[in-house]
């Protein structure tokens, strides 16, 4: 009885099978792998060997991030997955890296410190966030360019509140355009729009309008705070 050439390993070509005495006579319409992708699994068109899409897709439908929990009020767009998943990997790094720091830095126009950004404020404190604002944060009389970057080093993520009167401060490259290079040097950085869109924005600031954020003309305050909670909380 003859014996097969590779008992072990078996036959990398159809050629070498149907020249081992053992295999010849089964080699008729045999399909020899000779590479890893010849043998690769396939999936619908789409679809990853881990079962999910592929990147690109539709923003439609809802999606759970790994740091949202089970029992959440809210959903996530794929989109805003994408966008604060970078966000999320820094809150840990410099969590590990530097103990005791504040939650969110507001980062926002002077004209809305006790409109929509003391709303933001108080509802991120109602989640047991904790808050840099300059209404609170910055004493009288204290430099404010220093409390600044003090908030800045000291704060997970900044949270810019993206409205009208932010725009005209970024056109005018005050202090909020100030705090905005820092922020988005490192990946702090999450845009909220509020009553504007991100069109007006990138008309503004390129850089800044093409990071993906939030908007309350897509869901409301409330929601946006819980997912900025849901974000730095570990």
Request: hydrophobic residues 35%; glycine residues 8%; contains cysteine.
């Amino acid at each position: 009885m003859s014996r097969c050439t590779a008992p072990v390993r078996g036959h990398s070509s159809a050629s070498a099978a149907a020249r081992c005495p053992a295999c010849s006579s089964r080699s008729r319409g045999y399909r020899g792998y000779s590479s890893y992708d010849d043998y690769r699994p396939t999936y619908p068109s789409g679809q990853s060997s881990s079962g999910g899409r592929s990147g690109g897709g539709s923003n439609t439908g809802s999606t759970r991030p790994r740091w949202s929990g089970a029992n959440s009020s809210v959903t996530y767009t794929p989109s805003q997955v994408r966008a604060l998943t970078p966000i999320r990997k820094s809150v840990e790094t410099r969590s590990e890296q530097i103990p005791d720091l504040r939650d969110v830095f507001l980062c926002h126009a002077w004209d809305d410190r006790k409109g929509i950004a003391k709303e933001l404020h108080d509802l991120l404190e109602s989640h047991d966030v904790s808050v840099w604002f300059s209404e609170k944060d910055v004493g009288l009389g204290a430099p404010l360019l220093r409390a600044i970057d003090k908030g800045l080093v000291n704060s997970k993520v900044g949270v810019v509140l993206v409205t009208p009167a932010m725009l005209k401060r970024l056109q005018a490259e005050g202090v909020a355009d100030k705090e905005l290079s820092v922020l988005l040097f490192r990946e702090q950085l999450i845009p909220i729009v509020h009553d504007t869109t991100y069109e007006a924005l990138r008309d503004v600031s390129v850089l800044l309008g093409s990071r993906s954020g939030l908007d309350t003309a897509e869901e409301p305050l409330a929601d946006l705070a819980i997912k900025i909670a849901e974000l730095v909380k570990l």
